[in-house]
Structures are given as structure tokens and as C-alpha cells.
């Protein structure tokens, strides 16, 4: 069996894991989003709360359009929720808030993968857009050294996202701990939370699996070629 097969023989089972995250995150999103904390709390509540109760109260929380369009952007230190996170008070609406929320907190304690994702941002943000183009241009013109340059470019997004792993892990452990402490949930929808968390979390871990077998995949053909 060639490199090439055996590579797309752990490619395609990773792609089809991208896939299932995808459906798992909308399908457990959508299933605990029928079932309310008792606490009756809303995600923007909860995550107003979260704020004031770590020094926070300058971070603005807006609601934006579109499912599961939740962010924190630190920039402009505002945590975005989507409309149903915003106004529910479903377990789904109050962990993804709790969950943005832990990214805010992340920022302010200078968490060290966090604080190493933003200052390679604008570098991984130029090279995602570079590195396709450059493969391309590579094989078409069978220029190796181009390949290269292409595959070191395509190191740096594959970087980016390991780095974003433990980011997004963190993020939801500190959600879990505050959600339990405060009284956002009880112990007994804390499992509601984990499913909910963690379907998310799966989904940057299967694109992370996938972006890092095909660097391997680039990286044994342009060792062949040489």
C-alpha cells in the first residue's frame, strides 16, 4: 500500500468525523435547548453575572442573528450571542453563554494558549489565505521549493488550531465550575451542560485531526518529489 492510500485511509474516516461533530453540536444544541434551568436564568443573565463576578462589568454582551454565532472578540471586549443563547434559559442557551463568557475570563488572566492564538492571528490569517494557492501553483508547475512554502504556510493554520484546543477545553471547564458554584444549574443538569459542551468542543478537535493528517500527507508527497 502507497503512502497516498494509506494517508487517505485515515483522511476520509476524519472527514467523516468532522461531519458527525457538525450534526452532533446542532442535534444535542437543539435537544437541550427544550429543556430549562430551573434556575430560570437566561444566557445573557448568566452571563452578565458571570462578568460582574470576575471584574468584568466594562465587556458588553449583544445579541447578534444566526444559531450557534456565539463569540468573544478582544478586541473591542464584547462576547456576541446569538438570539437564542441571549434571551433562552435553556441549558444550551446558558452553557454556550457561560461558555463565551470563559473566554472573556481567559483574556483578562493573560491565559497563555489564548494570549499565543491571538498574537499568531494575523499571521495564521495570511497564510490560510496563501498556502492553497501556493500548493496549487506547485503542482501545476511542478515546482517543489513552491510546495514547500505552501506546506509551511499550511503548518502555521494546523498550529492555530492544536493551539485553539486547549482554549476551547478551558474555556468550558471554567463555564462548568461557575454554573454549579452560582447556582445557574443544578448538579443534576450538569450533565445537560457537559453533552452540550462537549459536542462543541468535538467539533474543533475533528478539524484539527483532519487539517494535521493532511499536513502529513503534503509533507510525504513533497519528500517523494525530492
Known sequence: MGFNSFMYMLIIPAFILTIWAQFRVKSTYKKWREVPVHSGITGYEAARHMLDTNGLQEVQIVPVPGMLSDHYNPVNRTVALSEDVYYGNSISSVSVAC???????????????????????????????????????GFLFDYTNLIGFGILFFAVTVVFQLITLPVEFNASNRAREVMVSEGYITNEEERGVGKVL????????????????ELIRLVGIFNNRN
Open 99 to 137: 461558555h463565551e463568557i470563559g473566554h472573556a475570563i481567559q483574556h483578562k488572566e493573560s491565559y497563555p494558549m489564548l494570549s499565543l492564538r491571538h498574537r499568531i492571528f494575523p499571521v495564521v490569517n495570511f497564510a490560510s489565505g496563501v498556502a492553497p494557492f501556493l500548493i496549487l501553483g
Open 198 to 213: 462537549n459536542a462543541a468542543a468535538l467539533t474543533y478537535v475533528a478539524a484539527a485531526l483532519i487539517s494535521l493528517l
